[in-house]
């Protein structure tokens, strides 16, 4: 994501692919508005509406759902747009010092951004740090100088990060048998249908090395009451693996502004993804590290980077090297504008779903029946948004960082 307030057009070089893909994960983030698991529950013999809201949900903890790529996706996806934004503030003729600056400005910005989108509503600033934004931020300076090295650096700076933080969780010792887990938030039910075992057991929630970790250091900052847990289980020092999938997208982007021709790049990604994916598999299937999107481990890394090449891969193939670009003009609307997208689904999103119910008659959304009824609502809030957007697109107005 490249968020910073301009009033000038994005460079008309940018890859479509790029841009389409990023609409296309901001889409899946807003259409939470659908509300897809409460038409689910009205129809529960629908296998139909049952899918489509699992995939409008996070998993509990081992596996993974469309809803659970949306945020690799951002975090892929700013490092396969950084060798373009390196080449591009060169050729402007900003120098190492200038650049530099800009990436921790940057960094510092998604940081404090995040945390404000996370405080609203809430009594005092609320200090957290596994909001999206704030895990891209607090890894981007590091990706910002790895962004000059050699594509060799980059994969060995993968393996060092990924297999750092495998030993970080594997060495520290296992609950013991009278670890009080109701006390850190997670009930007999969750470790009976998603509690681990044995080797893998390193990773249960909130009961872990870094959740340990955030007992002390989120208690750093004022807080209403001490922090014990995240009742999510998401920790602070996810941003480290993250970063690993911010390295894989810096490859990726690497590839992408090659000159090789496009068929080699889509080879490359496709390779590349199916790899990914079969090394985060096996690592989950074999119990040295299980696929946990929630805490990041390092195989869910592998395993969304997978995705994430598949997934750029097609877009690149549809788009910048078919030409079939005039489907993609939703999706640019809003994955050229993300970070004001991110923002107005945190901010407006409440209010605008006011408005529309008192402004709209109740029997417009109950037209199809009841069950359909938080569908509609939530088209029409999505819909609203989307023409917010157009708008800001009509008129020039990008939002970067």
């Known amino acids: 994501m490249n968020p910073s307030a301009t009033a000038s057009p994005p460079a008309s070089n940018r890859l479509v692919s790029v841009d389409a893909y990023r609409g296309f994960v901001m889409l899946l983030m807003m259409g939470e508005v659908l509300r897809l698991s409460a038409v689910a529950r009205a129809l529960p013999d629908s296998g139909f509406w049952s899918v489509l809201a699992f ?36 050729a402007r003729g900003q120098g190492m010092a200038g650049l530099a600056s800009h990436a921790v400005i940057r960094a510092l910005l998604l940081i404090g951004l995040g945390i404000f989108l996370r405080s609203t509503g809430k009594p005092m600033t609320n200090f957290t740090f596994e909001d999206t934004l704030t895990q891209i931020g607090l890894g981007y300076v590091f990706l910002f100088f790895l962004g000059f090295r050699p594509v060799r650096d980059q994969w060995i700076a993968l393996g060092l990060v990924l297999t750092g933080y495998w030993l970080f969780f594997a060495l520290r010792p ?13 009930g007999s039910e969750f470790l009976k249908d998603h509690g681990l075992t044995g080797f893998a057991a390193h990773w249960q929630k909130n009961a872990n090395a870094a959740s340990a970790f ?29 970063l ?8 990726a982007g690497g590839v992408l502004k090659s000159d090789r021709l496009p068929a080699a790049k889509v080879r490359w990604l496709g390779i590349a993804g199916l790899a990914l994916l079969g090394a985060g598999w096996l690592l989950g299937a074999s119990g040295l590290c299980p696929v946990v999107k929630r805490i990041w481990t390092p195989s869910w890394a592998l395993f969304s980077g ?3 090449c598949l997934f750029l891969a097609t877009f690149y193939t549809v788009t910048d090297w078919r030409g079939w670009k005039a489907w993609t003009f939703p999706l640019m ?36 029946g009841a069950a359909y009824e938080p569908l509609l609502r939530g088209g029409a809030l999505l819909v609203v948004l989307w023409l917010i957007l157009l708008w800001m697109w009509r008129r020039k107005i990008f939002l970067r960082i």
């Not at 007992?215 to 480290?240: D, E």
Request: aromatic share 14%; net charge negative; glycine share 12%.
């Open 55 to 90: 995939h409008q949900s996070h998993v509990e903890w081992i596996g993974c759902s469309l809803h659970d790529m949306i945020q690799p996706s951002f975090s892929f996806l700013v490092g396969v747009a950084l060798p373009f934004s390196i080449a591009s503030r060169r």
């Open 174 to 186: 296992l609950p013991g048998a009278d670890f009080d887990y109701a006390a850190v938030g997670v």
């Open 214 to 242: 955030d007992q002390w250091f989120m208690n750093l900052f004022p807080r209403v009451k001490p922090f014990v847990a995240n009742g999510g289980g998401y920790l602070t020092l996810s941003f480290i693996p993250t």
């Open 244 to 251: 690993g999938t911010m390295i894989l997208g810096l490859i």
């Open 306 to 308: 997978g995705w994430c």
């Open 333 to 368: 609307v809003v994955g050229m504008n993300s970070i004001a997208a991110y923002c107005m689904e945190h901010l407006f999103s409440g209010f605008l779903g006011g408005a529309i119910r008192t402004h709209l008659p109740d029997g417009l959304f109950q037209s199809l």
